[in-house]
């Protein structure tokens, strides 16, 4: 026979002071969680929607970033005209050689300077990156030096304001548009003329050249002809792979992460024990009563099992509360491989808060089980002569 669930809602109720104390704990490990699962859902969802799966990206053998590739101008002509490249109205090549800078701008709040990456693109670049959109202002011309800069960058760093001007290169840089990215990787960036940027810094090639096929299928046979091309002796890839990799600047958040959740869990777990063993010491006679009523072992192990569950879950929930408006906060860390600074959201998405109450569970039975299998194995009459 199972005991009530209203027996350990009693109960709670009963020892609010403890049970406030030990929800408190639980709901401070799991935020933390929450915390470091949102900014890891966020960082990856900024790469991994990143892209479009029929551009294809190519660099330099061996480069893992653009920041580290070299591509000549005669590479990019003979890219042009490869099969499965697509065209567009005009019939010309969906083809964009771009380069790629590291700039170092003043944060808005002056907590310091960080590297920022300028990406210099031809027109044909932005037909490759529909997702991204003019949010204010306008277009870079060719030719001049003026730039675009996200709206991430606009609200995260000084000089970036709409007629304000930045300096890199050989000169003044004039901010004339923001662009909304959409939450991908380009919220991190600020473009400008590639043929300007050139100029500007004394380099005559590109970073990287990306490629727009006729399909997916002919985006993958492309990858594979460009790398093979021993022309030009590059390699090709799709964009959304390339973002891909670009998680493993979350590596070192994960890892803290995980290492303090551990070490708070465990805490957390202990917390939750004494309280459950505290309790089962000041309720041994009313234990030993339910054995005489006729509840076995097994219900009474359950039933104190199940009120340490409660009391996590209760904690998981006051954790969410606490951690909610954190919700699409804009943040950034840095680009271990590229070593500029990666702007994203944190998200809490319906998974990190389902992994979140897990983990808050799995805290309450661990912290409960032993307390409980105490409870469960009392003598009858040495209970009740206490």
């Excluded at 567009?88 to 771009?98: F, H, I, K, V």
């Excluded at 709040?109 to 990156?129: A, C």
Aim: net charge positive.
């Amino acid at each position: 026979m199972a005991i009530p669930l209203v027996y350990n809602v009693r109960n709670l109720r009963l020892r609010l002071g403890a049970t406030v104390m030990t929800v408190l704990g639980i709901a401070l490990t799991v935020s933390i969680a929450i915390f470091i699962m949102g900014l890891l859902r966020g960082l990856q969802q900024a790469f991994v929607t990143s892209g479009d799966p029929q551009n294809v990206l190519v660099l330099r053998k061996g480069a893992d970033a653009e920041l580290s590739s070299v591509i000549s101008r005669d590479s990019l002509q003979i890219m042009k005209f490869l099969p499965g490249v697509a065209h567009d109205e005009q019939g010309e090549p969906l083809a964009s050689g771009e380069m790629v800078v590291a700039i170092v701008l003043p944060r808005a709040d002056g907590t310091g300077e960080v590297n920022v990456s300028v990406r210099g693109m031809t027109p044909t670049g932005f037909k490759l990156r529909p997702r991204v959109k003019l949010a204010r202002g306008r277009w870079f011309t060719p030719g001049l030096r003026e730039v675009a800069v996200s709206q991430s960058i606009q609200s995260r760093f000084s000089r970036a304001d709409l007629g304000t001007t930045m300096q890199f290169g050989k000169g003044s840089w004039t901010v004339v548009g923001v662009f909304d990215a959409g939450g991908t990787a380009h919220d991190s960036e600020i473009w400008a003329d590639v043929n300007q940027m050139a100029s500007d810094f004394d380099r005559p090639i590109y970073s990287s050249v990306l490629l727009h096929a006729t399909d997916k299928a002919s985006a993958e046979a492309l990858t594979h002809r460009v790398s093979d091309d021993q022309r030009l002796k590059l390699e090709g890839m799709l964009e959304t792979d390339y973002y891909a990799r670009q998680t493993r600047s979350g590596d070192p958040i994960k890892f803290v992460g995980i290492l303090v959740a551990i070490i708070m869990a465990i805490g957390s777990c202990f917390a939750a024990m004494n309280t459950m063993y505290a309790a089962v010491t000041y309720r041994a006679r009313e234990i030993a009563t339910l054995r005489v009523l006729g509840f076995s072992r097994p219900s009474i192990l359950a039933s104190f099992v199940l009120e340490s569950l409660l009391i996590a879950l209760l904690g998981g929930l006051v954790a969410i509360v606490l951690m909610s408006p954190l919700n699409n906060l804009t943040t950034g860390t840095s680009n271990l491989v590229t070593f500029t600074e990666v702007v994203f959201r944190i998200r809490m998405s319906v998974g990190v808060l389902t992994v979140a109450l897990a983990f808050a569970a799995i805290m309450g039975v661990f912290g409960g089980l032993a307390p409980a299998w105490h409870a469960a194995k009392q003598d009858i009459l040495s209970a009740l002569r206490e």
